[in-house]
């Protein structure tokens, strides 16, 4: 009688623990930049540690989405990261979203790494944009449309939450470009949060249960919608993107990706196929997680937050770090 055994999963619970290293290490590296008023020194601070730390984990990675196409800059896209023994994994991150509002000791600063199996993110153009919608887990599917007006989705997500749309509040970039959407939602009636800066935890706080942020509107970088898809999968939420197409360059440049249709609507399962696990850890105090603490006698605590998508887990681990006895920054 022949005994079958199965294949461990490519991307295992201890790996996703060992994940979150990784952001503890680029966030603490962002902290001791924080408030300083330099944004470059923030992110190459918190690149040069994210590199470090993903460099030892026990993976054959290799980063789709990453920190830009020049490959003498850290975590570029295409870069391979990992001992090179263990699983076969890509990855989409960002070592700090929001390089003004770390400078600046502003909120919301994040530190983000997505791992899926090989081949399961999509592709996206570097430098491009997205329209963007999010909402929460428990509505019915299809709730929220790119097609359908403010106003509409508005009065649909009420509808699926039994409320008015008085008490919705909604997620938005405070950016020139939103400007008429902004004042739209007010029009309507719904409360509007707006963010400086972070738009990946401004779509995931859309999805967290306990944030009271209930959707997402508006655009926004492109790999940082596959970023925040990764994370919404794990939350169970809706996501609908398009690519923002708004000269020849980019057309050109997502069909270089490998887009044959750019006005396609995405949905998470087509931004995010496989399994997926998420590490985030905060830099700056946010909706999604408070911010690192850098105490006295080189001590530091750190917040995250540890997603997977097959079992629908969310960890939240505050660590205390002693940074004299740590590599985590080395």
């Known amino acids: ?70 490959p003498g800059q850290p975590l570029h896209t295409s870069e391979k990261v990992g001992t090179g ?24 600063a994040l ?17 491009s944009y997205m ?3 999010v909402v929460g887990a428990g509505l019915p599917a299809g709730v929220i449309d790119l097609d359908a007006t403010p106003e509409e989705n508005l009065a649909r997500i009420a ?26 939602l007010y029009a309507a009636g719904a409360r509007v949060m707006l963010f400086d800066d972070g738009d990946v935890s401004g ?8 944030s009271g942020i209930d959707a997402y509107m ?12 990764a994370g919404l999968k794990c939350l169970g939420a809706q996501m609908q993107c398009r690519l923002l197409i708004r000269s020849e360059q980019d057309m050109t440049l997502a069909r270089q990706a490998g887009i044959t249709d750019p006005r396609r609507k995405w949905d998470i399962e087509d931004m995010v196929r496989g399994e997926v696990m998420v590490a985030a850890t ?20 750190s917040h995250s937050l540890v997603m997977r998508s097959v079992s629908g887990t969310l960890r939240y681990l505050k660590v205390q770090h002693d940074l004299t006895r740590s590599r985590i920054l080395l």
């Open 1 to 70: 009688m022949s005994v079958h055994t199965s294949a461990p999963p490519a991307l295992d619970r201890n790996l996703a623990l060992e994940v979150v290293r990784v952001t503890e290490a680029a966030a603490l590296a962002a902290a001791h930049q924080t408030g300083r008023g330099d944004e470059k020194s923030a992110d190459q601070a918190a690149c040069g540690a994210m590199l470090r730390a993903l460099n030892g984990l026990a993976m054959d990675g290799v980063i789709v989405n990453g920190e830009g196409d020049d």
């Open 85 to 108: 023994k263990g699983p076969k994994v890509d990855i989409v991150l960002t070592a700090l979203e929001g390089r003004s509002i770390c400078a600046r000791g502003a909120h919301n």
């Open 111 to 127: 530190s983000v790494v997505a791992l899926t199996e090989e081949g399961s993110f999509l592709k996206v153009p570097q430098h």
């Open 131 to 133: 329209e963007k919608i």
């Open 159 to 184: 509808e699926a939450k039994g409320v008015t749309v008085s008490q919705l509040t909604i997620s938005i970039l405070d950016r020139p470009r939103h400007g008429e959407l902004i004042d739209r």
């Open 203 to 210: 779509a995931l706080a859309a999805g967290l249960p306990d």
């Open 218 to 229: 508006g655009s926004g970088g492109a790999a940082q919608g596959v970023l925040a898809a």
């Open 282 to 301: 905060g830099i700056t105090d946010g909706h999604v997680l408070k911010g690192a603490r850098l105490l006295p006698g080189n001590h530091a605590i």
